[in-house]
């Protein structure tokens, strides 16, 4: 809601791709930490072989999903809610991630879903970015 009504922080938050923006938030860099021990208490449960299911909040997701592939920090940031995402760990520890906010299995969105409030919040942040920039 924050930001598809403007509100500075949470678009400051987006463009400059940190949590750390708002006040009081945990540090970026405890939230990895955070999400890398719970993965690694989950690997350490899974026997070679075997599946493991996390139900997680997006943001951890996001995160999880952000230290498999090494990517930028909020690509992964944007997920629907009952959307599955698969991440697998070789035993080298060469992480795969085979699929990412799959939604195959629930209704289609109707017509006048315009797709996930994340994602539309975040186009029309990107949108305000790129009218700001001198030209």
Do not use: Y
Not at 77 to 99: E, P, Q
Request: with cysteine; glycine share 10%.
């Amino acid at each position: 809601m924050r930001i598809a009504n403007g509100d500075p922080t949470a678009l400051r938050v987006i463009a400059e791709q940190s949590w750390d923006v708002i006040p009081g938030a945990e540090p970026m860099a405890d939230f990895a930490a955070r999400v890398k021990q719970g993965l690694e208490i989950v690997l350490a449960a899974t026997e070679p072989g075997q599946v493991a299911v996390v139900v997680a909040h997006g943001g951890v997701i996001g995160e999880a999903c952000r230290q498999a592939t090494g990517s930028e920090p909020f690509a992964f940031v944007i997920n629907d809610n009952c959307a599955i995402t698969r991440l697998v760990r070789f035993s080298h520890g060469r992480w795969l991630l085979r699929s990412f906010n799959d939604t195959s299995h629930l209704a289609p969105p109707s017509a006048h879903d315009g797709g996930s409030f994340m994602g539309r919040a975040a186009g029309q942040a990107a949108d305000a970015r790129r009218r700001a920039e001198p030209r």
